[in-house]
């Protein structure tokens, strides 16, 4: 016998394909069985069509086309043998799936296989309707399908429940003729058929409100009196699982229930008492029982119930937390962390077994625990959570310390009840895990340290000491740097000692050691290095006696080839030797940061930079945080040449505080008064940041990512003391060699209100008017004041109204704060909003400028923009 003819036994064809050692021989079998196949398709061999098929289905499992047999599929159904339809159905669900055209001529064979008097042909039909029929389909044949719902053997009503689960998620129109035979099938006693009856109704109760009303009026009552009768059914061989009569029912029945309880008090109360029952009669020592437990939970806690069954509930999760099967116990977290906006105070009752889970060997458990404790920490338990916490941190996975650290930082910052208790458990997380904390964590609590003027004494004695023991962790370093550069004097003295606090004997070279420990270490990165050298600065300050040695520890990093370190070392070395009339204003203390406002920023109120990209947060000058539009159209003006380099003083002073690497978009800050030649410089080593010249306060500073560590920039913190190193390359070699030669304080020059200009209507609308009013000041003509004034002729109110502008390349704008986010209606109030403009190209170009303003008109956002080009020629 050829063993690739129609005549080829199925078994042998796998024998021999099996055999094959190789893909490439494995190929050549199934190419000549299927060249075989396709002469025998040719031939129109009725007598071995249905081999042939069986052949065909085994290649396709084995991954190779077999289209060319889909329309033998269809032949084979139309046969009237069972034994040849069952073929061609099997067939048909394994070649076609519902985006077949050819599917289409299968319709009328399947609705007279559906009204056939064999039962087992019409099971095939409903099969094979159930896995591929498309919505055309389901329209043709849903009648029939509704029909066997009521037929008389229970496998057929089975299937055709199955069957018109997927008509109705096909075509949701024809639920409502499912309900009334559905809600028949739901008394059923073949647990098969009820089975089924059940997902079918959940299904109709997904796709319609009516059919869910409908079942809750009609069938709660039936469907607790079937959960209740499965719970107390006595032992029967065929639905027995580990000594659970039918837990597949049971939990069918519990979820359907959970439907129809949901948001519904009255159906809630008829299924309160079996779901009790429930709850305590099933056994909890096997995989079958958890199941229902678990299902039992869920349904508590969907339901509209009084708390006691919710106790019981969690009680239920506090079990299973105690289970040795970590699948177990990580659904029971999974569950307690829903169930604690329910009833939080039950959940705190298993906060010790919660947090031994926080301590498992299972990855999964511990991450998921320590997400439920974050939850559980309130304002009474805080203080011996985190104490749990952090004695856990010291023991902890390294893989696992960088979550758990978040976690502790979140929840001591959030819940701190006082500031020492704050300081002390970042020290102790820092200490233990400094090189996980993120960026924000050590900036927020020098923002803290700040603010706590009566804990500066404790808070650097505490961190010299923490220096000793956990030198390694960069963020403690960092700290300690910092905090011992701003008050090293209050440790050498030991001012500010607390009852608590034991003593400790510090001397000037002692402090100087720890930062030179430091910036030698081999960890320390250029942020902590700079840091060092701006701390080095303050403590020349602070420590005169130790002036010469901090000198020679600075003058090692100027070899660096580091530029940031290098140009630091050569500026602060200027400074320790040649300028000390100007040294003590320029190290004095940073001032108190704004911890309010950091904190909003950090929280995404108030983000701390202007970003150009689409969706970027962005920062309103009237405070009132926006997603930022695309701010192209905003900035789409004609790119002009930068202004010339000038060898001037005041503008060499300028172009390194950030002329050359001005943002288009300016935001609101602090006003900056006019100053004299010192007080520039004093900006100048107090800000280090372009920032500063567009009036951000140090609290935007802070803001600051690290994550560009490929430039040169240094953490803001540390550039709050340090000079900028982004103008150096252009900069001749004498002037980086001796930046501060020749500024001495600049003679006071006499007031003058300098020329006059008209008034501006810079933009006007049917409803707004916008006026500018010039000034400027003598000796400065590049630079024009501009007074905004905002008025509202319509007679509604605009609330949360903003401005914003940009102004090319050659211009640089700063926005001071508006005088309110308000706009009263009627002319009867204003917003006046100053702005001050630099042109760098004065007397070559006129000022040009781009608007937008928002605001909100009965909760409905506005927005108006305009170019602004008719501004005075001299300006």
């Not at 044949?141 to 199955?162: I, M, T």
């Not at 073949?190 to 089924?196: E, K, Q």
């Not at 959940?347 to 997400?371: F, G, N, P, W, Y």
């Not at 140009?567 to 190290?587: G, P």
Request: proline share 4%; net charge negative.
């Amino acid at each position: 016998m050829n063993p690739f003819s129609s005549e080829t036994r199925l078994r042998d064809m796998i024998r021999a394909i099996r055999a094959c050692k190789t893909a490439a021989e494995e190929r050549a079998v199934v190419r000549k069985e299927c060249a075989s196949i396709r002469a025998a398709v040719s031939d129109n061999d009725n007598d071995y069509r249905h081999r042939n098929l069986a052949k065909l289905m085994f290649i396709h499992m084995l991954g190779y086309p077999t289209h060319f047999g889909q329309m033998e599929c269809l032949k084979l159904i139309a046969a009237p043998g069972f034994p040849e339809k069952r073929i061609g159905y099997l067939g048909l669900m394994l070649l076609l799936d519902e985006r077949q055209e050819v599917l289409m001529l299968v319709t009328n064979s399947l609705k007279q296989d559906l009204n056939h008097t064999n039962q087992y042909i019409v099971g095939l039909a409903l099969c094979a309707l159930g896995n591929i029929s498309s919505a055309e389909m389901a329209r043709d044949l849903a009648p029939e399908v509704e029909r066997l719902l009521q037929f008389r053997d229970p496998n057929v009503r089975k299937k055709a429940a199955l069957c018109s689960i997927r008509i109705i998620k096909k075509v949701p129109d024809l639920a409502e003729n499912f309900v009334n035979p559905v809600a028949s099938l739901l008394k059923e006693k073949h647990h098969g058929v009820l089975l089924t009856a059940i997902q079918l109704c959940a299904d109709l109760c997904t796709v319609s409100e009516e059919a869910l009303e409908y079942f809750r009026k009609k069938c709660t009552e039936g469907l607790v009196k079937v959960l209740k009768d499965a719970v107390n059914s006595p032992y029967a061989p065929e639905y027995d699982i580990s000594g659970i009569s039918d837990p597949f029912l049971q939990i069918r029945l519990l979820r359907i229930l959970r439907i129809l309880g949901h948001g519904d008090a009255d159906a809630s109360d008829l299924m309160n008492d079996i779901l009790a029952q429930v709850a305590t009669k099933t056994e909890s020592n096997k995989n079958a029982g958890n199941a229902i437990l678990y299902e039992c939970v869920e349904t508590i806690m969907s339901i509209e119930d009084s708390g006691g069954l919710r106790v019981l509930a969690i009680n239920i999760l506090g079990r299973f937390l105690s289970n040795r099967d970590n699948n177990i116990r990580y659904v029971a977290l999974n569950m307690l962390m829903k169930a604690i906006s329910v009833d939080g105070q039950a959940v705190q009752r298993h906060r010790a077994t919660i947090l031994e889970c926080v301590k498992d060997s299972d990855a999964s458990i511990r991450k998921r625990a320590l997400e439920l404790v974050y939850l559980l920490v309130n304002e009474t338990n805080v203080k011996p959570l985190t104490k749990e916490l952090i004695d856990y941190l010291e023991v902890s996975d390294q893989d696992f310390k960088g979550d758990l650290t978040a976690k502790i930082c979140s929840i001591v910052e959030k819940l701190s009840p006082e500031k020492i208790w704050y300081i002390d458990q970042m020290l102790k997380v820092l200490c233990e895990a400094g090189n996980y904390v993120k960026d924000e964590v050590w900036h927020g609590l020098i923002v803290v340290i700040t603010n706590a003027s009566n804990l500066h004494g404790y808070t650097v004695r505490s961190l010299y000491r923490a220096i000793q023991t956990s030198g390694d962790q960069e963020a403690v370093v960092r700290v300690a740097v910092w905090c011992i550069g701003e008050y090293g004097d209050l440790l050498v003295n030991n001012i500010g000692m607390l009852e608590l606090e034991e003593p400790i004997t510090v001397t000037e070279n002692d402090t100087v050691d720890v930062i030179e420990v430091a910036i030698k270490h081999h960890t320390s990165d250029l942020t902590t290095r700079a840091m060092c050298l701006t701390a080095l600065l303050k403590l020349s300050s602070r420590f005169p006696s130790c002036s010469q040695r901090i000198k020679d520890i600075v003058n090692q990093s100027k070899g660096s080839l580091l530029l940031e370190l290098q140009q630091r070392s050569i500026e602060f070395d200027s400074i320790i030797e040649k300028h000390q009339n100007l040294r003590s204003a320029l190290v004095e203390r940073m001032p108190v940061l704004d911890e309010a406002t950091y904190s909003g920023r950090r929280a995404g109120s108030l983000p701390a930079a202007v970003s150009t990209s689409q969706g970027n947060p962005l920062q309103i000058p009237n405070g009132v945080h926006k997603t930022a539009a695309p701010l192209l159209d905003l900035l789409d003006l004609s790119a002009d040449d930068p202004a010339p380099q000038s060898s001037s003083s005041p503008n060499f002073l300028q172009d390194l505080l950030g002329g050359d690497i001005l943002s288009s978009v300016s935001q609101s800050g602090t006003t900056q008064p006019q100053k004299s030649g010192a007080d520039v410089l004093l900006d100048l080593l107090s800000t280090g940041s372009s920032l500063a010249q567009n009036g951000s306060s140090t609290a935007d500073i802070l803001l600051i990512s690290q994550d560009n560590k490929n430039k040169t920039s240094v953490n803001a913190l540390d550039s709050l003391s340090s000079p900028m190193a982004n103008s150096a390359q252009s900069l001749p070699a004498s002037s980086i060699m001796d930046l501060l030669d020749g500024f001495g304080p600049s003679p006071t020059v006499p007031n003058d209100n300098g020329p006059a200009y008209p008034p501006l209507v810079a933009f006007e609308s049917s409803s707004l008017s916008l006026v500018f009013n010039f000034s400027k000041q003598p000796g400065s003509p590049h630079i024009t004041q501009i007074e905004a004034n905002f008025t509202n002729k319509s007679s509604d109110i605009y609330t949360d109204f903003i401005f914003q502008a940009a102004v090319p390349k050659f211009l640089q704008l700063h926005l001071e704060p508006a005088s309110s986010n308000t706009l009263p209606g009627s002319g009867n109030g204003s917003i006046t909003q100053k702005l001050r403009v630099t042109n760098n190209q004065h007397g070559k170009k006129s000022l040009v400028m781009r608007i937008r303003i928002s605001y909100k008109l009965n909760n409905k956002d506005m927005l108006e923009e305009g170019q602004i080009s008719n501004f005075p020629r001299d300006l």
